[in-house]
């Protein structure tokens, strides 16, 4: 009790009221002691020792439920002694693949409420630390303990990810009020470049999609720094190209987390609004953050940082009683629309590789037609038709092996129609149970390929087709039997081959439509179109929609790469030039 009998009956006997409140007696009790006479010394005392022999008891059994239930959450788990006790905890993995893996912490209790964030952010900000904060946090630590508890183990001068593939969480604390499941992504913007930024995207995509993935997100968290003064070239990238994941329905759920901020971190915050990064905001139209400090999980062995260790822990107890409010008062983003954005953005990359393929391939087929053309035009000015014979160079398709080159992102096989003989999902297509689930496939048939065949008829292997021509030798004859038709045999082989050129060309233009109609679709439905996977592709797309003479659609292309700056355009450029080498 930290007031004496004698100052509580000086002060409080003539109110007691206030008396009851000083104590923090229920109505219970309040009603039970109410009976005694407070002006009585001894009535009083009595008073006094009954409510301190009731509190050192609760005390004693709140410590040793406590401790019980850490021993149940941390009894199996590998420990490393030291002022902080480090605790590995003990976990079971589900699902682990190359781009997918799932952990789980606890048993699930289906009354429970359940959140799902996911984490992302610039390499080495600081996004599994985080993760085990809350982690500790849910298991009902205090600072008292000492305890330090970790679901994934950090290294010592970790100045690289560790994580190489998307990553769940599901924790589950018996007796956590709720339970989390975190989406743990490897470090956008490292060194390894826009190939593993593919694979997350890619990664996120299949995770979206299978029956036992995840089918809302409560909340999207940019990991940040206290040390960022302003949002760098490499960070706006990171930002963008998370941010084109997903629909415009999902900025209210995108927050901060700061890290290494024992005080308010006004340079952070001043970048992220100078950035002018959708996000959720307060009241006063500010950026709704949260701030982390890592010095109570810097060091395990420094008694010299008790103090700094105590206030780290204040403030993360407090940051998660926010956050939590945070993910109670906002409405859970539906995964189907980001799944669109991501089917949307992945099917316009394969159209746009295709149309490259379809369009060589149709110059070459027009070379051939011409040459035929001009050959007869030649005999019938020479009325020397029965004799006709030509050498021309003949397109043809080829299957060779993939070259790999850096911009394929790590991909070494390629989804082919085997009927259209068209490369339907090259570069970036990646390991699927099935044909069916490849981005490309759509209720069962390819989006891609001219005739939209069932995706059994595709086949996914280390070669692609390829456009060539050989010389070869034509006769009259020839051109009968390929252009002839029984039902018309008045049209001139001219007129056929005139007919056929025009076809390949409607065929292109039918492509350049497709394309520009799923960039339509992105602007649409994505929060953020102006990103690199966007721009990537505008300089090509419009210089072939200038081709096709529709003035409407290149101010509209025109238009979304005038909202993009000089430097993401620049990265776009030697993004998309490379692949075009």
Request: charged residues 30%; aromatic residues 10%.
């Amino acid at each position: 009790m930290i007031f004496g009998w004698r100052f509580l009956k000086k002060h409080y006997t003539a109110n007691e009221k206030e008396l009851w409140t000083v104590l923090g007696l229920t109505e219970k009790k309040i009603f039970f002691y109410s009976r005694l006479d407070l002006s009585n010394n001894n009535s009083f005392l009595l008073l006094c020792r009954n409510i301190m022999a009731e509190t050192q008891y609760s005390s004693q059994n709140e410590d040793n439920s406590r401790e019980e239930r850490l021993n149940e959450s941390i009894g199996n788990s590998r420990s490393e002694e030291g002022f902080i006790t480090r605790y590995i905890l003990n976990t079971r993995t589900v699902t682990e693949g190359e781009r997918l893996k799932r952990v789980v912490f606890g048993k699930k209790d289906e009354n429970k409420p359940h959140k799902t964030i996911l984490i992302v952010g610039e390499t080495g900000t600081g996004k599994s630390t985080i993760i085990n904060a809350m982690v500790t946090y849910m298991l009902g630590v205090g600072s008292e303990d000492r305890i330090w508890c970790e679901i994934i183990e950090t290294k010592e001068n970790q100045t690289y990810s560790q994580t190489n593939a998307v990553t769940v969480y599901d924790v589950f604390t018996k007796h956590s009020p709720f339970s989390l499941t975190f989406i743990d992504t490897p470090g956008f913007g490292s060194t390894e470049g826009i190939n593993k930024d593919i694979k997350i995207a890619e990664s996120l995509l299949e995770l979206f999609r299978s029956e036992d993935g995840v089918s809302e997100i409560d909340a999207v968290c940019f990991v940040v720094t206290s040390l960022t003064s302003r949002c760098t070239e490499r960070q706006r990238y990171v930002f963008n190209a998370v941010l084109s994941l997903f629909g415009r329905d999902v900025d209210k759920n995108i927050v901060v987390f700061i890290t290494h901020a024992s005080r308010k971190p006004n340079n952070a915050i001043k970048a992220i609004k100078e950035s002018k990064i959708p996000c959720a905001q307060d009241d006063r139209g500010e950026p709704v953050y949260f701030r982390f400090d890592n010095s109570h999980c810097e060091d395990f062995n420094d008694e010299g940082l008790f103090g700094d260790y105590q206030a780290s822990w204040d403030l993360l107890k407090t940051t998660m009683e926010n956050f939590l409010t945070f993910l109670n008062e906002i409405k859970p983003i539906n995964m189907k629309l980001t799944v669109a954005v991501l089917r949307s953005r992945k099917q316009l990359t394969s159209s746009i590789f295709n149309l490259k393929d379809k369009i060589k391939y149709n110059e070459l087929k027009q070379r051939e037609l011409e040459q035929t053309k001009e050959a007869l035009q030649k005999h019938e000015r020479e009325k020397d038709n029965n004799n006709f014979e030509c050498t021309v160079d003949e397109a043809y398709k080829e299957k060779v092996p993939i070259e790999y080159r850096w911009w394929h992102f790590g991909s070494k096989e390629a989804t082919c129609c085997t009927v259209c003989e068209e490369n339907c999902h090259y570069p970036g297509c990646w390991w699927v149970r099935d044909l069916s689930w490849c981005s490309v496939m759509s209720g069962g048939n390819c989006t891609v390929c001219t005739g939209r065949c069932h995706y059994t008829k595709h086949v996914k292997e280390g070669k692609i087709y390829q456009g060539k021509t050989r010389k070869v030798r034509k006769t009259m004859e020839d051109l009968k039997q390929k252009y002839e038709t029984k039902s018309d045999k008045t049209k001139s082989l001219i007129i056929r081959l005139e007919d056929e050129i025009a076809e390949q060309e409607n065929e292109k233009i039918r492509l350049v439509e497709e394309c520009y109609q799923c960039v339509v679709k992105l602007e649409e439905i994505a929060l953020n179109t102006d990103s690199v996977y966007t721009l990537h592709h505008l300089d090509f797309l419009i210089e072939k929609v200038k081709e096709t003479g529709n003035t409407d659609r290149v101010q509209r292309l025109e238009e979304i790469k005038e909202r993009a700056d000089d430097k993401q355009l620049a990265q776009a450029r030697q993004w998309f030039s490379a692949m075009c080498h």
